[in-house]
């Protein structure tokens, strides 16, 4: 056992860590920061950054653009990046599509689609879920019927995260009417399509990241099919399975607790600053146990450990608490703004507006931050079913 | 002891609760008002005399307490009323009623029981952080009356105001308890610069500058330099109404997330039949009970007459109100997934004006400590 | 709405409390204050002076010796004894069996049994749980077959609380084999008819307040039958539902609250007594605070407010928000013990013998009594068995 | 970055596994031993080499280094084995090794090693709660040696050491870091009185009374006026160690509730198929886990250079290792029923061990204040 990274991981360290001193558009670092709105032309001008140095798609092999990092500098990236507040990779291209175009797709859809996506030139949603069928995809109903060279697809997908900057959308669609193993297909389809509508969901935050998608007769090519009909569950789970670094969130816990030091430094409570109070302290200093407890967890399944017998199981336990983790961070740095919290002017949550809010900049955004991590125990799994999946491994149902 | 409701409050709470579903229609509620619609509820709102619950007779109001305010704001917020009820009536008027010379009672409580004029109270400073003390707005003698120079922020309800209420130093520096003077101060008057902006509950707060206002000596609200305990008996009124506001929010909180658990299936079964939800729903319900309860105690211990024991009782209930309405708000977005992140789900709503309630007049911890002096000492 | 007691109710508290401050034995106080061992002795010390004043016995109808009082002065009698560090009323002849017998037992019966009860002369233990049947009364097998004037009991009874202190038990039985709605009755046995054994229980706490009782081939006459064979269930059923005052505890509560804030302002750390630090006023104001508002809870019930729309779902509400505030308000005790909760002297925790402790005399059973709190959530059915009841009635399922 | 185990290290907590099986059968644990079981034992100890482990190779001992005392204290913990390793092997034993003279260490460490002699660190002051600094026993100047007054309290396995490592102050205040000297003192010299007593876990502590104890002044261990720093690392090896031993007892309670859900009927079915339960299992295992990750981090950070870094990373580990205890110990009672709040169930033996471990060395408040120290300095 040994505590310290290796020389080279901390060189590693440096050199990820200069890299986004000196290449994040100052712009872009602030709004991360102050936990502002990202647009589309934000994360493009940190992903052609990265572009540019190789590291754009992490979890891709090298052969098609991976830069060929162990899970350790895969860790460290993400931790330095989010540390040096730049934007995380939320493009469901290179984190999800990516993968299973490489593993599944034809020589042709890759040659068509890798490249644009590295570039950041195409951005993909993902249209898994459905209204009424959450993380219960066996209830999917949007079809797909083969017509002459096209499939007709019909239907109606919802919560599809940044629909709104995306030019094409991957899609489960069902194909068949037996079990989902046996009649679920893995189709890719143009936004631009006749047919499709796109409609934004207002969130609690007021942002709109959320969207849902109609699709009213839309032909797709059956070019567009991804490996063979019938068989998108299997692509699904692949993909669902694959993207698991980083699930505890650590590099995000550990850029919101720097937020929230940094706002104890400067709020002030009776004349002195928060983080001089001992009640201050001492909760700080309790959610930095708690994250170095999760971060060493993490460490230590990186290094091999397994925790439960079934596969999967570990993610759910770092989902579980990685999760709540944040959230708790989030519940104290809307303690730290007070009254502060109160106004909410939305155009101030664009760096370009700021000025607009009647409140320290630092400030501005916390209310909204604080509603918009509620959806971490939500998304991707709710945790309910994340401990329905670890009870079963761990009392071996 | 008793918490039992007398016949004229249980009518009360009839009549609100109709009115309520009348004019709050359940799909609407957390959706911005047309001023117009507002302005016409505040004239029904008059005309059903609740604007003038706690006045006095001679000034057309019912001389009624403050349980009965309670039974009007749990009423209102269970609707997700956003018209500045406890702004106007509860605090500023309040104040008015308490401290206020009979002129200055008629000059403006007749008004607002008609439902013709609007106060604010503006009291907090930028950074000042739930304490009145260090309050550093100045007003200097000058002629027969004063002049006013100061900042004011977090003014609820300020834009739509007439009058406000201002809180300034007539003596003595940051800090001290005495020299803090209340004043009648015009919205319109000459020196006042008003910067009004939205809240996080879809309402409006302002900040203002006074610059040089001058305030004529009959405007001085109680004595002059005795301000400070008046705004603290305002601010636990207050504090006792927007409790009883949270209450009704959190019923209407349960309400919707037992409604859904029981309509939304997952796997085949309704969410609604699984354990682990359900002990989290119990949970909720004492939650809202016990908040309940210590609403009823911050209004009676407003109505009663020992400063000492209503700071300690009306802190506890902020306290746990605050407490109850973190545990239900994030457990209701929780149980309703994905579509508890969406303004289009009518939780959300519920749940932002309980966040402002809870970071307004004090949060949790501010509270605990206030508590802790009177009841640790 | 009102805040205060009426003056009556205020007199009556000025009453009881001066009762229990020249009534109360100085060791009996001192014992309950510093949370040491009671014995039958110490509890009648105390029992007979209530006997005397005629207030042993609040739950009975006034023909029957009870003191007639209201709700309300049952509450703040339950609040000013406990406050002033007098032994809980724990018999279970006086608290279950009375009742019962009152509205079910023959008159010999009454004539029997009801006076050695409230003089306290007869003690009475409670055999309902038994082995792998803890809340789950239906799955109970210790059985009575009826031999000419007697019936004759074998099986085993669990958890019977004090019967060590004990004379006689009250006890269900299996007379039938069908539902226990038709099957079960209730006997009245003397624990010193042969057959029987008694064997103690040692607490997590070294303590011996849990037995367990063998029955093998027991002889009991049948007179000792209450009401009809078979009827037995209804009986239970009401003497179960009888006594819920007091359930929330709060009386305990602000007993062990004062307690904490004695222990708080005498223990130091770094020099200074706890309670002058931030932290130690924050946490015990937030206890205060959840216990204010537990009992206004239970105030508003008892002026007729009802939460659930069943019966006994409140009481529900009340014991489990009540049994977790207490076992908070152990928690922090024990960690004002600090070091002192490691030495554990068990003859220290009688009181002729406390000086055998190495710590303060305040400081000596705090471990022990927190251990036992943790019993508060699990016995009189577990706080889950109290939130499934409360779920269902909440839910309407 | 590394927590995997080598070859050696897994052949280490094999062993240890094996042996504890054998000695410590699962049925007979928590029951308090006769002495001459205990002895038997802890010669079977040092015929494996556990007595050694940390000591070097010239005392007998094996050169391994914290992690392997860890991987021993994890074991020993599931096992609920109630030797006096940590007092006499890690606290005692390795403060002799890092501070003592050569003469020193030979006279002491083969004797331990071989099992032969027993050692106990007595540091506490009635009163002081978990902080050395105020430290009031006094050693003053006598001719060659010196002469030590004083009170210890709470000294682990006091009664069964042959000889006791006394700090106390020779220069200096009560308060000041410096002028505090570790003193090798005989139990059996003159003027040392012992009152033993046993502690909550069924293991035993001492107080001791120090008048006009006699010390030759070779048996000052470590520099005169040196000796906070070295307590100090002594202790933070002492806690690391007492973490591992409570991660192996919190794997055991784990394993205990685990077993239990399973096995016992409610209503008809397992325990175990109520949702409700099944998530706040899941919330153990994740507390488990955490723990075990924090105890590895501390036992690494022992074995590092670095003060700071390593009072740092012992601290969070013996909050992260108290939470965990607190919220494992809660669930596991409580899901046993009754049965867990008997002394015939295994699960209160652990509790109890744990809630000592707890108690000791700093509780989870005093850890969070000096991790804080260090992390938001």
Redesign the interface.
């Known amino acids: 056992m040994k505590l310290q990274f290796s020389e080279q991981e901390e060189g590693f360290r440096q050199e990820v860590r200069a890299f986004v001193r000196e290449r994040l558009p100052e712009d872009v670092r602030r709004k991360v920061e102050r936990g502002l709105r990202l647009e589309r032309h934000d994360y493009v001008a940190w992903y052609a950054k990265l572009y540019e140095r190789g590291w754009i798609t992490p979890s891709w092999p090298v052969e098609h653009g991976g830069p060929g990092w162990t899970p350790v500098e895969r860790y460290i990236f993400d931790e330095e990046t989010l540390l040096g507040n730049a934007p995380r990779i939320i493009a469901s291209g290179i984190n999800m599509l990516g993968p299973v175009l490489i593993a599944f797709g034809s020589e042709e859809q890759k040659r068509r689609h890798l490249p644009p996506i590295r570039r950041s030139e195409v951005w993909w949603a993902q249209g898994f879920s459905e209204p009424g069928a959450g993380s219960d995809l066996a209830s999917m109903r949007t079809s797909a019927v083969r017509e002459g060279d096209d499939f007709v697809v019909n239907g109606h997908k919802i919560w599809t995260s940044y629909a709104h900057f995306c030019d094409w959308l991957f899609c489960l669609v069902r194909t068949g009417s037996g079990k989902p193993q046996e009649s679920i297909s893995f189709l890719l389809i143009d936004l631009k399509t006749p047919g499709i509508t796109v409609r934004p969901i207002r969130g609690i935050d007021g942002g709109d990241d959320l969207n849902e998608v109609y699709l009213d007769n839309v032909r797709v090519p059956a070019e567009n099919l991804i490996g063979e009909v019938n068989k998108g569950w299997t692509y699904a789970k692949y993909l669902l399975g694959h993207e698991r670094t980083g699930i505890a969130g650590v590099g995000a816990s550990k850029q919101q607790l720097a937020r929230l030091k940094r706002i104890a430094a400067t709020v002030r409570d009776g004349g002195r600053p928060l983080i001089e109070s001992p009640g201050w302290r001492e909760r700080i200093a309790a959610l930095e146990v708690e994250l170095l407890a999760l971060e060493y967890m993490g460490l230590r399944m990186l290094s091999g450990a397994q925790i439960a017998a079934a596969p999967g199981v570990d993610a759910s336990l770092l989902k579980i608490r990685g999760t709540e983790l944040r959230q708790a961070i989030y519940e104290l740095l809307l303690e730290a703004a007070g009254p502060a919290a109160v106004p909410f002017v939305e155009e101030a949550l664009f760096l370009e507006r700021a000025d607009e809010a009647p409140v320290e900049p630092e400030l501005a955004a916390l209310a909204a931050n604080f509603l918009d991590s509620r959806k971490l125990s939500i998304y991707g799994g709710a945790n309910e079913i994340q401990r329905n999946l670890a009870a079963r491994a761990l009392l071996g149902l | 002891?008793?918490?039992?409701?007398s016949d004229e409050q249980l009518q009360l709470r009839d009549a609100v609760q109709r009115f309520c579903e009348h004019e709050y229609p359940a799909a609407s509620r957390g959706v911005p008002d047309a001023p117009a619609r507002m302005d016409e509820r505040w004239r029904l709102m008059a005309d059903m005399g609740l604007l003038g619950l706690p006045f006095s007779a001679g000034h057309g109001g019912s001389e009624l307490s403050a349980?009965d305010v309670m039974i009007v704001m749990e009423g209102l917020g269970r609707a997700l009323a956003c018209e500045p009820y406890c702004s106007t009536v509860v605090l500023a008027g309040g104040l008015v009623a308490a401290a206020g010379t009979p002129a200055q009672a008629d000059a403006l409580l007749p008004a607002v029981v008609r439902g013709e004029r609007r106060l604010a109270i503006a009291l907090?400073e930028p950074?000042?952080?739930?304490?009145p003390l260090?309050l550093a707005a100045k007003a200097m003698r000058d002629g027969d009356g004063y002049r006013l120079d100061g900042r004011k922020?977090?003014v609820f309800d300020g834009d739509a105001a007439d009058t406000l209420i201002v809180a300034a130093r007539t003596s003595g520096a940051p800090g001290d308890r005495d020299g803090v003077t209340l004043f009648l101060v015009d919205a319109t008057a000459r020196g006042v610069d008003l910067?009004a902006?939205?809240?996080?509950d879809g309402r409006r707060?302002a900040?203002f500058r006074f610059t040089d206002v001058r305030v004529p000596a009959d405007r001085v609200l109680g004595e002059a330099g005795g301000g400070l305990a008046l705004v603290e008996a305002a601010l636990d009124r207050g504090i006792a109404a927007l409790c009883a506001e949270a209450v009704g929010a959190l019923d209407a909180l349960l309400e919707l997330t037992?409604d859904y658990?029981?309509v939304r299936?997952?796997?085949g079964v309704a969410l609604?039949s699984?354990?682990?939800?359900?002990?989290r729903?119990?949970d909720m319900?004492?939650a809202c009970?016990?908040?309940?309860?210590?609403a009823?105690?911050a209004?009676?211990?407003v109505d009663?007459g020992d400063a000492a024991e209503r700071a300690r009782?009306v802190s506890?209930a902020k306290?746990?109100v605050g407490n109850a309405a973190?545990l239900v708000t994030?457990e209701a977005?929780?149980m309703h997934?994905?579509m508890?992140?969406?303004?289009?789900?009518k939780v959300?709503h519920y749940?932002?004006r309980l966040?402002?309630i809870g970071?307004?007049f004090g949060?949790v911890?501010h509270h605990?400590?206030r508590?802790?002096q009177e009841?640790?000492a």
């Open positions: 002891m008793d918490f039992s409701l349980v907090d950074g000042a952080r739930y304490d260090p922020t977090l910067h902006y939205p809240t996080l707060a900040d037992v658990v029981k299936k997952q796997f609604a699984f354990q682990a939800l359900q002990h729903l119990v319900l004492i009970e016990q908040a309940r309860a210590m009823g105690v209004a009676m211990a009663g009782l506890a306290v746990q973190r994030r977005i929780q997934g994905a508890g992140m969406t303004d289009e789900c959300g749940a932002k966040l402002v970071q307004s949060d911890r605990l400590r508590f802790g009841a640790l």
